[in-house]
């Protein structure tokens, strides 16, 4: 995850030799909370360091007999401008920094998340150039710091460094101990830093350099809701989990409806799916859609007692299969609509119609019928 810590000021002085006392001075007071960073640069053997106390924590402090570079930190108070501390031996002279940092968004405490150093012992190798290799993957993302320091150098030459670090202070004159800086926002977690410091057409002599990252705890958006803490603003990342829960509701106040409909005999639009599409089951065929349990809906039902006019209870809705009964008229009770049918016998749909005829004197039979939808009449 990104960093968003970011540098708010910084200043420089050049210390004279034999000055033990190392201080530089903001030109507006700090920020409570925010951080502050004091780094000092002396010829020789910088001996015994007493931190500013504005910055107490003194994690770096590479000293040989050549030149020292040296790093303390701290959370300001808030009003600090003055930051200042002292070693016990400067010979010919040296350099101070120092750096305020804040993180307006990162939580927790400061604390240095990524660190790589050279150290050149008394009379060892000379470069012109400071080379800082890769270190232990950062912990947390941050700021990042980098400084580097010859010993007394005949000429500085033009510094440049390597892998999007931006020269911050350069502090090639004016003392026999020489001081650069960069800077380089936005590292993220779990990085590995490295730079090279390049002086074209700089002598090379011995020197000490460090590469450092400060920042807070990078807050996370996974399984966060953005609106509310700690993501007040921005994109939605949350993760559904509960595929039971409608969105809107608790514990999703905020997103797309991933609800599964379980209850295939419940209604969308009521309890326990307010919001969605309806996707229930009609299990009842014999009731009509409109009427509980299925408020919405097509009409899916079938009306069974053929002997019931459609339009009355129990189907409200329907066609009329209901045959009369014989002499009595359509139109009226219990056939309110319909045709008339004056048939002593329903009709059959389709097979035969069954008559009865009985003897009469003169032997013959005398028939009552009606139409037969399909089939054959016969006499019995």
Known sequence: MTASATKVQEKAATIGAGTTTFAATFDTPATAGNLIVWVAASDGNAGTTTQPTDTPNLPIALKSNDVSLQLAWGEADGGETTISGTVSSNVAGGRCWIVELADTTGTGSWARRYTSTVFTSSGGSTSADAVIPTSTAATEGGYGLAAATWDAIATAGTASWSNSWAKDFDGSSGSAVSLWTATKSGIASGSQESTTLTRSGGTAE????????????????????????????????????????????????????????????????QTSHPIGVLIGTLAWAGS?????????????????????????????????????????????????????????????????????????????????????????????
Do not use: C, W
């Open 206 to 269: 011995q020197y000490q350099a460090f590469l450092t990252v400060f920042g807070k705890v990078t807050p996370s958006t996974t399984g966060a809701v953005a609106g509310s803490a700690p993501q007040a603003v921005g994109t939605l990342a949350a993760t559904e989990t509960d595929f039971g829960a409608v969105a809107g509701s608790a514990p999703h106040p905020t997103g797309t409806l991933a609800a599964a409909q379980t209850d295939f005999g419940a209604m969308v639009g």
């Open 288 to 380: 009509v859609s409109g009427t509980a349990p299925h408020a919405v809906g097509a009409l899916v039902a079938a009306v069974r007692n053929l002997a019931v006019l459609a339009g009355s209870a129990p189907a409200a809705i329907g066609n009329m299969f209901g045959g009369t009964d014989y002499a009595e008229l359509a139109g009226s009770a219990p056939h309110a609509v319909g045709h008339l049918r004056t048939l002593k016998y329903p009709l059959q749909a389709a097979g035969t119609a069954v008559m009865e005829a009985g003897l009469v004197a003169s032997g013959t039979a005398e028939l009552e019928t009606g139409p037969v939808a399909a089939g054959t009449v016969v006499l019995t």
